[in-house]
């Protein structure tokens, strides 16, 4: 199916739903989620236009200001009114080609609110509100008046003013390198806030658990959340290189601004929020789109026994990328990545921010179409790279024939990469100019039937319902750390935020699966107490595979780590598709413990993460079928585990089970446990 061109759709009708519309002007407007709990409110207040989010009664956001700023001074959130209004109700399913559920139901109220300016140039607009059981969503749409036929915008002043000073889990978007969102999350009030990058997931004093993030970012610019008063955040936008935010014209709309929603942390996930406001598939038929395990050309190269460039250390030697081939496919795996495989990497181009790459030449120790080919005579497919330094120019003059070449000898996966904080022309990594550009690698990889894998991408906003080959991205710390990070690494409990606040937006390529936890050295190196190296215990690595979701999960660790491991069988085993996805307990910072349906089988797996302290929990089997009997496969930390002295002991157990057992599972510091259900015989 390689050389086939696929199909994209056109447009695709939405749901059946009622609607009501009213023209006569209004102060006040209101509306509510399906289940009642969740409500916005809309006034305007002397000329301002102002909305409120709460829940069950408690106010979550209070009155919050909106409005944009322009070039030249000029500013649109004054002498505004209501001229209009008209509801809307939608209730639709779908299924997913992919992801941590099979069906996504989208089932909510919608508020229309007509504003007008009452001064020159006299602009109108609409502020469209969705009020979810899991959260709300709202967004501009500017109409085709005098003043919007062509704008610069230079800000959006939509407000966030918190009802409380609630806790923040965070990453700053203000530090010298602003954009690549590979820092380590911090934690404090929001009045201590500066500039961060979304999600920002927060706890109200109430209990209340919510996340600022945007979904169906098009055609502008990334969303960062600066503090301007003590509890009270706003919109700002990642700029072109001549401070420019977003440029547009008449008819437009924004992204949506989601503020998720729920009682307990378990229950921001699985969240899908963000994909009821992105439209439908434009693939026509997805079938072609498959989530897998890989392996391949990329560790070694983080710990010096490979490297990218030519040498007797090159990972992308023909011969080697086929050893890597052999040993995924013995172990059902769909593909191998290969890191290094074309001219340009030879360069200094990291310390230089200066790359000539060319993304269809490859080394000359390395046959693209023979590796290729091979890959697909054992049922799999060989998943290209293309690193771009952020230099967009180049890559863009060579998109097209890349995508081309990858299509013609049959590569169906794509890895990229952004190293590099702004382009050649300095424009931000967030920025509507990278926004634009992620959607033309996208668009190109989809028709030539690839699927992408973003490194130092922009963030997840829900546009794999829209394209389903977008399947998985980097957007935080993964476990490339873990090789040369400063501080030793990724601390313990740093998984156990992503699960609350990165993963909240989308998938992410972690990379799990390092069984030489303690990173063997060359012979006669003295081990350094800072040297990195990963902070879990085996049994941790395993659980990863369940916890941080991605449809493209890598056994990130060299073939001969996993020779003569039996703990090596779970990541044989473990699914990266899911029908159901159940959340059983979490803290932000503390654990995490899930179970996932395998879509299509009748296998359940648990997955459980701790941070630095050891801990243990009895877990209820409800979540299995009733009346049905299960093995569960058990992968837990073995006597004296502990992520700091004794990461390696692993204990492997099997047990009968059913619907009404309580497992007591106990995780090591740093620890964690991963197990299998699968239908007894």
Do not use: C
Not at 608 to 631: C, H, K, Q, T, W
């Amino acid at each position: 199916m390689h050389a086939r061109m696929w199909p994209l759709v056109a447009g695709a009708a939405l749901g059946l739903s009622l609607s009501a519309s009213r023209a006569e002007a209004q102060d006040s407007l209101r509306v509510a989620s399906p289940d009642g709990k969740n409500t916005v409110t809309v006034h305007v207040r002397d000329g301002g236009l102002y909305y409120a989010v709460s829940r069950n009664g408690q106010p979550v956001l209070l009155p919050s200001r909106l409005g944009f700023a322009f070039r030249g001074g000029d500013s649109l959130r004054s002498a505004l009114r209501i001229t209009g209004s008209s509801r809307n109700t939608v209730d639709q399913s779908w299924t997913q080609p992919w992801g941590e559920v099979a069906r996504v139901r989208d089932h909510h109220h919608e508020l229309r609110v007509r504003i007008a300016e009452d001064r020159a140039p006299n602009r109108r607009f609409a502020v469209v509100f969705r009020a979810f059981d899991d959260g709300v969503g709202f967004r501009y749409e500017l109409a085709d008046s005098a003043g919007f036929r062509d704008f610069e915008m230079m800000e959006e002043l939509t407000e966030f003013a918190l009802a409380d000073n609630a806790r923040a889990w965070w990453i700053p978007s203000n530090r010298p390198e602003p954009d690549r969102q590979e820092i380590l999350y911090s934690s404090s009030p929001v009045s201590r806030l500066d500039s961060v990058h979304t999600p920002l997931t927060l706890q109200m004093t109430s209990g209340v658990q919510v996340v600022i993030h945007e979904a169906n970012l098009v055609d502008y610019a990334g969303m960062y959340l600066a503090r301007t008063s003590n509890r009270t955040l706003q919109s700002t936008l990642a700029r072109w290189a001549d401070g420019v935010a977003v440029r547009g014209r008449a008819p437009f709309v924004t992204p949506w601004r989601t503020i998720q929603l729920a009682d307990r942390p378990e229950d921001l996930h699985p969240s899908v929020l963000t994909l009821k406001l992105n439209p439908p598939s434009r693939i026509a038929d997805t079938r072609w789109i498959t989530p897998m395990k890989y392996n391949g050309v990329w560790w070694g190269l983080h710990i010096n026994t490979e490297t990218w460039g030519q040498g007797p250390k090159h990972g992308a030697r023909t011969e080697n990328v086929k050893r890597y081939m052999d040993f995924a496919a013995a172990n059902g795996f769909g593909g191998t990545l290969v890191e290094g495989w074309n001219l340009g990497w030879d360069q200094d181009w990291f310390n230089t921010m200066k790359a000539d790459f060319s993304f269809t030449q490859p080394y000359p120790d390395f046959d693209l179409a023979e590796v290729a080919a091979y890959a697909r005579q054992r049922g799999m497919t060989l998943i290209g790279h293309h690193e771009t330094a952020t230099m967009i120019d180049p890559y863009e003059r060579q998109l097209d024939s890349a995508m081309a070449l990858y299509n013609r000898v049959g590569v169906r996966a794509v890895k990229t990469g952004y190293v590099g904080d702004r382009t050649e022309h300095g424009h931000a990594h967030q920025s509507q100019f990278m926004v634009r550009h992620h959607r033309r690698v996208i668009e190109a990889a989809a028709r030539n039937g690839i699927m992408v894998n973003v490194h130092e991408p922009i963030k997840d906003t829900g546009e794999r319902r829209t394209w389903p080959n977008m399947l998985s991205r980097e957007g935080a710390r993964g476990m490339e750390y873990n090789a040369w990070g400063g501080e030793g690494g990724n601390p313990p409990e740093h998984e156990t935020i992503l699960f609350f606040t990165r993963m909240v937006s989308g998938p992410m390529d972690f990379t799990p699966g390092i069984f030489d936890i303690l990173i063997q050295r060359p012979s006669g190196t003295p081990r350094q107490p800072h040297d990195a190296r990963p902070r879990t215990t085996l049994a941790k690595q395993l659980a990863l595979y369940v916890v941080l979701y991605s449809p493209l999960q890598m056994a990130a660790d060299l073939p001969e780590n996993y020779a003569g491991q039996p703990a090596f069988q779970f990541i044989r085993d473990v699914a990266v598709d899911w029908d159901t996805t159940v959340v059983i307990d979490g803290e932000i910072g503390d654990h995490v413990i899930v179970a996932r349906k395998q879509r299509g089988a009748d296998d359940w797996f648990l997955g459980a993460i701790s941070d630095e302290e050891g801990r243990a929990f009895d877990v209820p089997l409800s979540f299995l079928p009733a009346g049905r009997n299960y093995v569960a496969e058990i992968y837990a930390d073995g006597p004296g585990a502990d992520w700091r002295d004794n990461p390696l002991p692993i204990t492997i157990s099997q047990q009968q089970v059913t619907s009404g057992t309580t497992l007591r599972i106990q995780m090591a510091p740093g620890g964690g446990q991963a197990i299998r259900f699968r239908p007894a015989r």
